[in-house]
Each structure stands twice: as C-alpha cells, then as structure tokens.
C-alpha cells in the first residue's frame, strides 16, 4: 500500500517505541491475540492521541502454541516506530496492511539523524498477470530521514 493510501485510509498515525508485547487467548479461547504496548511520541494523525495506545493484533504464542499470521508485523522492546492503525468495532487499535502499516525509525550515530525504513516482514507482492514476485518502488521506504517522511506524510493529509 502506498504511503499516501496509509496516510488517508489510517484512523491514526503515531511516531513511537514499543515498551513490551504479550499474547493471550481470545474470548472464545479459540484465537491468540497479541497485544503491543506503544508510547507515543508524537500523533501524525488523529485526534485521539493518548501517552500511550495498544494495537492488538490476530497471532501470537501462549505456552507452547503459535499462532502466526504471514504478513503481520513483529515488534521488540525498545524499537522506535511510525504506525498507521484503524479502529476496529470494538475500539481496539489494528495495524493497517499488517506490516505496510508499520515503519522502524532508526538512529544514524554518525550523524545523529533519524531514519525511516519499512517493516514490511515477509511479505512479497505478486503480480496478477503472471505471478511473478517484484518490488513496487512507490511501497519501499528505505533510509528516508524522519522529517523528510513525516513532511511527506502531512502533505498527504486532507486541509483542515
């Protein structure tokens, strides 16, 4: 998903790190669920930023059961991130695109800049012609300094 489609279909966008995940069993005890523990830093979209949010999302591991969903993204203490999310019905907070909606923020030492990347774990894109994998150059994000990509990413939002 392009970035500009993230920045209109996402209910919020949060520049923030990660502080801890956990899994359990759902409701009916039949689906893992995990659930990421995400201080905001600062709201790129949205009205209804608080300090700190959980995204929830289907997958995860309880005692010995895994339960994985291909394309979800994966998330580590401490890691600084920029997520789009949407509401779900029963007001949780989902990734959009599973891990197009997640990008890692990372420090250059040697500069002191910061840097945007996809989190695009396993996905692969595949063409619907043919079935051949590529690479869609408007969905790779790769060492664009933080300002520059949060410039773009307002300049997509609608005029207030």
């Known amino acids: 998903m392009p970035l500009k489609e993230l920045v209109l279909r996402a209910d919020l966008a949060v520049l923030g790190t990660c502080e801890e995940t956990s899994s359990s069993w759902g409701p009916e005890g039949k689906k893992i669920f995990t659930y990421t523990n995400i201080a905001v830093e600062?709201?790129?979209k949205g009205n209804e930023c608080a300090d700190r949010l959980t995204v929830r999302q289907l997958g995860g591991r309880v005692d010995d059961i895994t339960m994985t969903v291909v394309g979800s993204p994966t998330f580590h203490r401490g890691e600084r991130v920029i997520l789009f999310l949407r509401r779900s019905s029963d007001s949780?907070?989902?990734?959009?695109?599973?891990s197009q909606g997640k990008f890692r923020v990372t420090l250059n030492p040697s500069t002191g800049k910061s840097y945007v990347q996809n989190s695009r774990g396993d996905l692969t894109l595949i063409d619907k012609g043919d079935g051949s994998s590529f690479?869609?150059?408007e969905l790779v994000v790769d060492q664009m300094e933080l300002e520059t990509f949060i410039a773009k990413l307002e300049s997509y939002?609608?005029?207030?």
């Open 42 to 44: 600062r709201c790129l």
């Open 157 to 160: 939002l609608p005029s207030r």
């Open 135 to 137: 690479v869609d150059n």
């Open 92 to 98: 949780h907070y989902l990734m959009l695109g599973l």
